[in-house]
């Protein structure tokens, strides 16, 4: 159902949504009907195109079902070819729809913008409602003043960006996703440093893991951080700073 | 719209075409140079997906070429509506 609502940023990308299940036409239907879900669904009954793509999970034993495929996403473009996939190694694990829109520079859901006296940071993320085992992605987008940067891990004695995500045991995170610095030379010191400059983007990849038994009422999190950095201009660099981040989450249980 | 809409579609089509512009721009920002996940089971990035056909919820025939839209499909596999 995540997906079905995100089916708007998709097709403003030009994108169309589908999605595959070895399930008989009438018990998707009925899913699809209860959950006003418009996109076509289309059933793989036998698993044949499941068995043809090379996507059965070995790993799945079970009585009753089998040639269970592996969960997860192709993007194709419109010659047919995988431009991009997304699997996730747990078998109950999910890569929301909203988090590879934000992947590819979507704007996230729920802004909130800092200024500081060089740069301006807005943090977003794909989801706000997310359930077990979904994996969502956090988002931080800057944009540093003209002739002003903040730096990149290396070697040198200035404070890198650096996010530090509380511990909670509800998150697992996966990895934080930052541009590629450019080498920028001080010549008054002689020295060559990773900066970043001008508008860019870095990514928290994360998977949320609780339990909420289905019919448990939703519940309020949130993700706390804190951001270091160090900006400096090409004339004057100014004492390092912290910023304290959250993003808001609702914790819904699964729903069947 | 539509520029956004242009940018978003080229962004979603290159998410595994290599490291991404190191310094940001006024028209995109400098996007995550490295991402893990494009690995996994199935046609590997840059290959042709397997034709397909099979009908969904209202009983219709669909192909890709039926689904895709002007610049492609986000084709979803999932296990199952019920368990």
Known sequence: ?256 | MWQVGRVLALALLGLHCGPATPVGSASRPAMPATRSTSQGPGPAVGESFPAFEAFDQEGRRQTFESLRGPNGLLLNINRSVVW
């Open chain 1, 1 to 256: 159902m995540e997906l079905a609502g995100q089916e708007e940023g998709f097709r403003s990308a030009g994108l169309a949504l589908a999605s595959v299940i070895p399930e008989p036409v009438e018990v998707i239907r009925e899913f699809t009907s209860r959950h006003a879900v418009r996109y076509p669904v289309l059933a793989d009954v036998g698993s044949v195109l499941i068995k043809r793509i090379g996507l059965v999970d070995p790993g799945f034993k079970s009585d009753t079902v089998k040639d269970i495929p592996f969960a997860g996403s192709f993007v194709l473009d419109a010659q047919g070819i995988v431009r991009d996939k997304f699997f996730e190694p747990g078998n109950t694990d999910r890569r929301t729809g909203g988090s590879i829109l934000v992947l590819a520079g979507a704007a996230g859901t729920h802004t909130t913008e800092i200024r500081t006296d060089h740069f301006t940071l807005r943090t977003s993320q794909s989801n706000v409602t997310v359930a077990p085992g979904q994996r969502i992605a956090l988002v931080l987008d800057f944009e540093v003043e003209d002739k002003h940067h903040l730096y990149g891990v290396g070697d040198h004695s200035y404070r890198p960006l650096r996010l530090r995500v509380e511990q909670d045991p509800l998150l697992e995170i996966h990895e934080l996703l930052w541009p590629t610095p450019r080498p920028y030379l001080f010549a008054p010191l002689n020295e060559t440093v990773p900066v970043f400059e001008g508008r860019f983007r870095a990514v928290v990849d994360l998977t949320l893991r609780y339990d909420l038994p289905p019919g448990s009422p939703e519940r309020p999190a949130h993700v706390a951080a804190t951001l270091d950095y160090q900006v400096c201009s090409d004339t004057v660099c100014y004492p390092p700073g912290t910023l304290p981040l959250s993003w808001p989450l609702t914790l819904r249980p699964w729903l069947r």
